[in-house]
Nanobody, 114 residues
């Protein structure tokens, strides 16, 4: 069983920054990719950023230039540095790990508001 624990969410003013972390524990045979999704109230869950074991990255257009995903696969950890946050970034952010199956964290709330 694999367990993902997110941290780093909270309340921040527009223009501020937050850094999310996701640590995976348990029996991890291999990691193909890790990523971050988010779900705002009344909206579908969407992919925000993803990083493969080879280091390739993907960003949603809405966060390009503001968010940066990085990983330490030796520690089974992925990070999301979020800068220049906007109210529309408000959502629950979920960590995702792609192995022989897909695992999800419980989510961490990010609220951008003045």
């Amino acid at each position: 069983q694999v367990h993902l624990v997110e941290s780093g969410g909270g309340l921040v003013q527009p223009g501020g920054s937050l850094r999310l972390s996701c640590a995976a524990s348990g029996t991890i045979i291999s990691i193909n990719a890790m990523g971050w999704y988010r779900q705002a109230p009344g909206k579908q869950r969407e992919l925000v950023a993803r990083i493969t074991s080879g280091g390739s990255t993907y960003y949603a257009d809405s966060v390009k230039g503001r968010f940066t995903i990085s990983r330490d696969f030796a520690k089974n950890t992925v990070y999301l540095q979020m800068n220049s946050l906007k109210p529309e970034d408000t959502a629950v952010y979920y960590c995702n790990l792609e192995s022989w199956r897909t695992y999800w964290g419980q989510g961490t709330q990010v609220t951008v508001s003045s």
